[in-house]
């Protein structure tokens, strides 16, 4: 059974930092690309980060980029979002996601920036 589980998200205020992780179960997680999209609320779900299956390339949705940062360990099954100076505009429902021929999905985790 593939499982994703997401977690570490929480209230945090402007120029905050959070740590999502994403831990995988129930399939090949080396052979998938991990991603981390979010959904603002009242807005579409919208792609934040990725990184392939080999070599950890990544690439960032322009909004974060320098402020973000993507990671997997292969070994441990996980891929985790280090998010830094966060704005409030970063809030929203946090959805890892894994894909190789079919693409998966964890629940989400939310994410609220605000003083």
């Known amino acids: 059974q593939v499982q994703l589980v997401e977690s570490g998200g929480g209230l945090v205020q402007p120029g905050g930092s959070l740590r999502l992780s994403c831990a995988a179960s129930g399939f090949t997680f080396s052979n998938y690309a991990m991603s981390w999209y979010r959904q603002p609320p009242g807005k579409e779900r919208e792609l934040v980060a990725l990184?392939?299956?080999?070599?950890?390339?990544?690439n960032y949705t322009d909004s974060v980029k320098g402020r973000f940062t993507i990671s997997r360990d292969n070994a441990k099954n996980t891929v985790a979002l280090q998010m830094n100076s966060l704005k409030p505009e970063d809030m929203g429902v946090y959805y890892c996601?894994?894909?190789?021929?079919?693409?998966?999905w964890g629940r989400g985790t939310q994410v609220t920036v605000s003083s």
């Open positions: 996601s894994a894909a190789f021929v079919v693409r998966y």
């Open positions: 990184i392939l299956s080999a070599g950890g390339s990544t």
